[in-house]
C-alpha cells in the first residue's frame, strides 16, 4: 500500500517562498520517480516538477523553471518543492506524485495560496 501525504502549504504574500514536502509511506522508495502537480482554482491539473529515481535529473515547466526546486531525501522518504518568488498565479492545490513503472500513485494535496 503506497500512502502519499503532502504539507506545507499555507497562504503566503506574492515575493515569499514556502516549502512542500511530500512523505511516502511505501517500500522501496528510492525506485520511485516523483512530481509535483498543481491545480489552480477552475483550471486542469498541470505538471510543475519531475525528479528521477536516481535524483540526478529534474525537469520543471516554464512557468516555474528558476524560481522551484525539487529534491529528494531517500533517508527520510520524502520529496521536497522548494517555491520562491511566488505569484498570484502560483496559487493552486499542489499534488504529489510517485511513480514506478507504468503506475503511479498521488496524494491528496496542499493548498497554496499566494495572496498580491
Known amino acids: 500500500q503506497v500512502q502519499l501525504v503532502e504539507s506545507g502549504g499555507e497562504t503566503v504574500q506574492a515575493g515569499g517562498s514556502l516549502r512542500l514536502s511530500c512523505v511516502a509511506s511505501?517500500?522501496?522508495?528510492?525506485?520511485?520517480?516523483f512530481g509535483w502537480f498543481r491545480q489552480p482554482p477552475g483550471k486542469e491539473r498541470e505538471f510543475v516538477a519531475h525528479?528521477?529515481?536516481?535524483?540526478?535529473?529534474?525537469y520543471y515547466s516554464d512557468s516555474v523553471k528558476g524560481r522551484f526546486t525539487i529534491s529528494r531525501d531517500n533517508a527520510k522518504n520524502t520529496v521536497y518543492l522548494q517555491m520562491n518568488s511566488l505569484k498570484s498565479e502560483d496559487t493552486a492545490v499542489y499534488y504529489c506524485?510517485?511513480?514506478?513503472?507504468?503506475?503511479?500513485?498521488w496524494g491528496q494535496g496542499t493548498q497554496v495560496t499566494v495572496s498580491s
Open positions: 506524485k510517485a511513480t514506478e513503472l507504468w503506475t503511479d500513485y
Open positions: 511505501m517500500q522501496l522508495f528510492s525506485t520511485y520517480a
Open positions: 525528479i528521477t529515481w536516481q535524483g540526478d535529473n529534474t
